[in-house]
Every structure is written in C-alpha cells, then in structure tokens.
C-alpha cells in the first residue's frame, strides 16, 4: 500500500479499475474439473504430503471460527438466513465485519507462500505477488465499505488462527493451514479457498462460498440504500489498483463486482470481458498447479498455454495447531520478532480508519514489509528430527 491519503471529501472520479480475470473462462473451464474435486492431477512434491481423496476442502474436527472470535466470527448461513427484506444496515454491519475477516484470513496463507519462493523472476512468482497485491486491495475496499455504513473495522480483533477454517463458516469443509509452497498447498489451500461459485467447480459441501456471500452483500446494499459517508475512508495506491472513498450505490457495485471478478466469487459468464490478461485468481493459481497457462483452443480452456515452472520454495513444514511445539531459542527469537510485527500491522490498519489515516497507513506498510526477513530466516532452519523447516505462525502475541 502507497501513497495513502485520508479522503473525506474529494471529487469523486472512477475509483474502480475493473480488471483481472478471463471471465470467459470461468464456465466453461470449471465445466472440465469434477464436481467433487476442482483439480485432480498426481502431486509429485513428497514435501506437499498426499492429495487427499476427497480433494481441496477436506478438513479434521476444527472449530466453526478458530480464537479469537472477534467481530468477523458471525456465521455467513446465519446472516444469509434473515429475510432479505430485514437486511438494513445493522445487517449490513455485521456482514461486512464478516467480509474484513475474509479478506484478512487469505493473506498469511499466500505470503507464506510467495516468502517460501526463492527466485521470485518466475511466473508462478509474479501471479502469486499480483494475487497478493489483489487482496490487500480487497481488504481496503471492504474497511472503506464498512466506514461508508457507520461501521469501523477491528482487523485486529478479526486475526485467525491457523490452522482453521475460514471465518463465518465459509467453505466450511477447508482446513486452511500455513506452509511453504508445493503443489498439495497449492491445490487444497490456495485454490480452494478462490474456487468458483459455479457449479460445476463446487464441492458437495453446500456451505456457502465467498462469492454466495458477496453476492448477498451487494443485493442487500440495492435494497437498502444506505446512506454512504466518505468520512474516515482512506485513499491508497494498491499494488496496481486505486484505492477511493465509496460514495455511491454504483460505487458500491464497482468494488464488489473487482472483488467477485479477482478471485472471490469468480464470474461465470461467458460474455463478461475485462481489459487486462490476467486470470482470476483461482485459475492464476490453477496454472502453477498444472505448470500451463489457461487457454482457449477450439475445444474450450484448457492449461494448454505457455509453461509456468513450478519454482523452487524453501521447504516451510506445515505449522501445527497451537505452533511451533520446543522451538530452539533462535527460533523463539524470531518467531516473537514476527508475531510482534504481524501485530503492529493490524493494529496500525485499525488506527488508519479510526482517524489515524494516512499516517497509520503509512507505518501499517512499513511493519508490513518488515516481517519478510523473519519469515524468510524462519524458512531456512530445519527443524530437529522432522520433515521441512520453521516458517512464521502469524500468531498475535
């Protein structure tokens, strides 16, 4: 995040750039993938462990929202119960709490993924950093969001623990767990938690997704037309998107439609296009699975396109409930380091929108940056008499 600025009362311009995403792909590729499973292909990463049989989404006893429970733990089925028509902007709160949690849960999983790669020169690299990149915007856009409704964001209070699933329930058959970046990680983290609402690329588990929820979010703000306030939104150059107060219903359809598109929810139709080549994120990631770029050809989609190498990664094991069990004391030094860090993070993002601004954006990024040299030292120590090497827990101290 750069160039932030605190905008309560700017003009307001074309906030959202709409990209990302061969829309058109999203049918008719998932229409290629069973229904149980969104990709199934032989892992040959030994350190990614076995692809489960039941495919991304399998997960052991695990609470509905790991601690602590924080604003974003209300259940997605449980606000998708209350009748449309009852959804005002107390409903609207809440949901959008839910959304902060969402898109804050994604992060920890796809930076320890991108910190585990090391020549970052590669495709899969530049498509992991970009995803990246897409949901520190999304995260922006849903804080903005909550502001613009009365509603003040506590990211801090929204910080999973891994492994768990993800907040509110959604997809609540995924266990999402931290590691380094093999292809297992790849197929039962990373795409499961972008895959498509379409159908056809669904899982048996009928829990609602990411793009359900959103889906209900934008209905809800047509119907309620709730009055938006600028006041205590923030501006920010993200990554290659632009950050703007919302201060519209259309505003309001822009942003949830980039988030939808990016990754969350991915658009099914295929008469949907979009300026820039990229691919959703689920398909983003879907071609570092299957080491080809998606393309069309006169039989539909198919990773049939140029090479994408799987790159290299430190081999970060998986991080087990409750963490690092007897860490050495170097270890605890640098696990304390990032936890201390990660925490500065979330609380100086908190502090931007509750009238920090700029300023707390500003000190939020450069904490942020800083946890890549612990995380990366983490990766390069073996741990005693098992597979893999430490990485960071994102635990808050």
């Not at 903005?144 to 907040?167: K, Q």
């Not at 970046?181 to 997704?209: K, N, Q």
Request: net charge negative.
């Amino acid at each position: 995040m750069t160039g932030t600025t605190e905008d309560a009362h700017g003009s307001a311009a074309n906030p959202f750039r709409r990209r990302s995403l061969l829309a058109s792909a999203a049918l008719v590729a998932a229409a290629q993938v069973p229904a149980a499973n969104p990709v199934r292909a032989a892992d040959p990463d030994p350190a990614g462990g076995p692809d489960p049989a039941g495919g991304p989404g399998q997960a052991g006893a695990l609470p509905e929202c790991a601690p602590p429970a924080g604003p974003g733990c209300r259940s997605v089925t449980g606000l998708l119960a209350v009748p449309e028509a009852d959804r005002g902007v107390g409903w609207l709160r809440q949901a959008l709490e839910v959304a902060v949690a969402l898109e804050l849960a994604t992060l920890p999983p796809y930076l320890c993924a991108w910190w585990s790669v090391g020549d970052r020169r590669g495709e899969a690299a530049r498509l992991i950093r970009r995803i990246i990149g897409d949901e520190m915007y999304h995260l922006g856009v849903v804080c903005n969001l909550l502001v613009a409704v009365g509603g003040r964001p506590r990211i801090r209070e929204s910080a999973p623990t891994y492994p768990g699933r993800l907040p509110g329930g959604v997809r609540s058959g995924l266990k999402v767990y931290l590691s380094g970046l093999t292809r297992s990680f790849v197929h039962d983290v990373m795409m499961a938690i972008e895959a498509p609402d379409t159908p056809l690329a669904r899982a048996a588990d009928r829990s609602p997704s990411i793009g359900d929820f959103y889906g209900d979010l934008l209905k809800a703000f047509r119907e309620a037309a709730p009055e938006l306030s600028a006041r205590g939104q923030l501006s920010s150059r993200i990554g290659s998107d632009e950050l703007t107060p919302v201060r519209t219903l259309d505003d309001v359809e822009r942003c949830i439609a980039i988030v939808k598109e990016q990754g969350e929810g991915t658009a099914s139709s295929p008469a949907d296009s979009f300026q820039d080549d990229h691919p959703a994120h689920y398909y983003a990631f879907a071609e570092i699975y299957h080491g080809r770029q998606l393309r069309r050809t006169d039989h539909g989609w198919h990773f049939t396109g140029a090479p994408v190498p799987f790159p290299d990664a430190r081999p970060m094991a998986r991080v087990p409930a409750g963490g690092w069990p007897h860490p050495p004391e170097r270890v605890r030094q640098l696990l304390a380091r990032f936890d201390g860090t990660y925490a500065t993070v979330l609380d100086k993002l908190d502090a931007a929108w509750s009238g920090g601004g700029a300023s707390a954006m500003g000190a939020a990024v450069h904490a942020m940056r800083a946890m890549e040299e612990p995380a990366v030292e983490l990766m390069e120590i073996t741990i005693p008499d098992a597979p893999g090497n430490y990485g960071p827990q994102f635990r808050l101290p």
